[in-house]
């Protein structure tokens, strides 16, 4: 028994069986399709969904969404959002880009549809400056990246709160006044 | 005046054969160098191409069409670089290092017959520069030196890997060009000449139309041997990436690179020149191929250039597929196994000649 294997063992070194095997597979190979995407000419598809660069949503009257809740600073992981209040208004709405990871969380926390995640990866530049998001920067990108309806469909197709109406859902026990 | 009283007509017509002679070999020596560098530029490029095909990638595709001044793009880099010289080196044998190395490689051109010989207005060219008796001695006396280059230019780089990756490749040229040399001897038995053109035309007059065919075994061997001679993959102990980061020139950059470059390619052509000079029948084709009509029209040239780049593709195919050898392993493979195999496929070869002109002086 022994013998056997050590003989299949010398056959297989001498006839170099298993090295030619691995040239039949790298020459298979060299007919295949290569599997590389040439980046600026060719773009990989961008799956619907995808998590890119943010923009403050605008409403059908071109204001911003935003309330200034504080809801997407919040739940930020790496806390990148900065929002500040002053006079009723959203004084300040800046997001670190260079710390976000990304995770869509401020997406789903907002109430008001107002922050979104664009289809936009390529923004890259040589100044942080450029990189760290202000409001008004912020507010283009919607108008850049996903003007006219497609803001809207894409926001309620993927991010829609889970309910549009923050009512009381018709069959929860309500407190209507006191009995007379 | 008459020309004839200064210079006898014998003379003058000996002098401008010998001019002649000399432009013919200066114009040969030209061509051999331009079309060698040549083939260097498009080697390096359809190592890359094939390489990234093998591996499912498109290799270079921006420098003209589908990439084809990429090895012009390279070099023109190559030239700007900084020529950097580590600070402790030894300068003069810093310098000296490359050179050696590329003309050692280089000078093996010269010997390499290309085709059969044709006649210019009764001037016989044979398509070699020097068609010396001793051409395959010749080449590993060159490749001996060669390795003179790798090793001085691990030492003068004053540096660990360069210093290792120098050493490695001595011991493995030294350990290679035996096995190379072993398994070329029964080409020689067979042959009977050291003549690289002689060996051709041996090998065109033989019953197998090459030696690949009854030599198989030297064959191998010479492949394996090649392989490790040219330090390429699976045997690049001397550049080994992920150990010495580039081996024996490591410290060099810009032009004396270019020039450890240029010599490792040519010294790829001229392994594969000898595998299809030796084993493959070099601008020849065997006589059962010759039957096929009109293939006789075919000029020797194409052959040997096909042969040529057969063995080249085979070189990127193995580099595209094995992984590195490890350096015992490497050792082994050489002392242990080569050596005594070609030692016997001496042995049967000469048996077999032996047996052979016997009976036929019987």
């Given at each position: 028994m022994e013998c056997s294997v050590t003989v299949r063992e010398i056959i297989k070194r001498f006839t170099f069986i298993e090295i030619f095997q691995g040239m039949a597979l790298t020459l298979r190979k060299m007919f295949s399709h290569a599997v590389t995407i040439q980046y600026p000419k060719e773009r990989r598809h961008i799956a619907p969904g995808y998590r890119g660069q943010h923009a403050l949503a605008k409403n059908q009257a071109g204001q911003a969404k935003c309330v200034g809740c504080g809801l997407c600073a919040t739940i930020c992981p790496s806390q990148c959002i900065h929002i500040s209040r002053a006079k009723g208004q959203v004084d300040k709405y800046e997001i670190d880009i260079l710390r976000c990871?990304?995770?869509?969380f401020c997406v789903e926390a907002c109430p008001y549809g107002a922050v979104v995640l664009t289809e936009n990866y390529e923004y890259s530049d040589y100044k942080k400056e450029n990189i760290y998001m202000k409001k008004d920067k912020l507010l283009s990108n919607w108008d850049k990246y996903m003007p006219g309806k497609k803001g809207e469909e894409y926001f309620n197709k993927f991010?829609?709160?889970?309910?549009?109406?923050f009512g009381t859902p018709p069959g929860q026990a309500v407190y209507k006044g006191k009995k007379e | 005046m008459d020309i004839n009283n200064i210079i006898s007509p014998e003379l003058l017509d000996a002098f401008i054969k010998f001019g002649i002679n000399l432009l013919i070999i200066i114009l040969k020596i030209v061509i051999v160098l331009a079309i060698g560098l040549l083939h260097v530029a498009y080697a390096t490029y359809f190592e890359r191409k094939v390489i990234g095909h093998m591996q499912v990638r498109l290799g270079p595709m921006r420098v003209g069409w589908h990439g084809l001044l990429q090895p012009f793009a390279d070099g023109l880099k190559l030239f700007f670089k900084e020529d950097l010289v580590p600070a402790n080196a030894d300068k003069v044998v810093f310098y000296i290092a490359p050179i050696i190395f590329m003309a050692a490689s280089m000078v093996n051109l010269s010997v390499i017959p290309f085709s059969y010989s044709f006649t210019i207005a009764d001037f016989k060219i044979s398509p070699v520069i020097a068609d010396i008796n001793i051409g395959l001695l010749f080449i590993f006396a060159m490749a001996g030196i060669g390795v003179y280059g790798i090793f001085i230019a691990g030492w003068a780089s004053n540096s660990k890997y360069a210093f290792l990756g120098g050493i490695r490749s001595a011991a493995q040229v030294i350990s290679y060009e035996i096995a190379m040399g072993l398994s070329l001897v029964g080409v020689m038995i067979m042959a009977g000449s050291l003549n690289l053109t002689d060996i051709v035309r041996a090998q065109e007059e033989s019953?197998?139309?090459?030696?690949a065919i009854p030599q198989i075994v030297g064959f191998v061997i010479f492949t394996i041997a090649a392989v490790a001679e040219t330090n390429r993959?699976?045997?690049d102990m001397p550049e080994a990436e992920s150990e010495l980061?580039?081996?024996?020139?490591?410290e060099y950059s810009g032009f004396r690179f270019a020039l450890f470059f240029l010599g490792e390619y040519i010294a790829m052509i001229i392994m594969a020149s000898m595998a299809t000079i030796c084993f493959l029948g070099g601008w020849t084709i065997p006589w059962y191929i010759k039957v096929?009509?009109?293939?006789?029209?075919?000029?020797g040239i194409v052959w040997f250039l096909m042969k040529v780049y057969a063995f080249f593709f085979f070189f990127y195919w193995i580099r595209a597929t094995l992984p590195r050898y490890r350096y015992d392993q490497v050792m082994g493979i050489g002392w242990k196994i080569l050596i005594p195999v070609a030692l016997a496929n001496i042995l049967v070869t000469g048996l077999v000649k032996i047996i052979i002109t016997t009976l036929n002086g019987v």
């Open positions: 990871i990304y995770c869509g991010w829609r709160p889970l309910s549009e109406d | 019953v197998f139309g090459m030696f993959t699976p045997f980061v580039a081996g024996y020139f490591t096929v009509p009109f293939i006789k029209y075919v000029p």
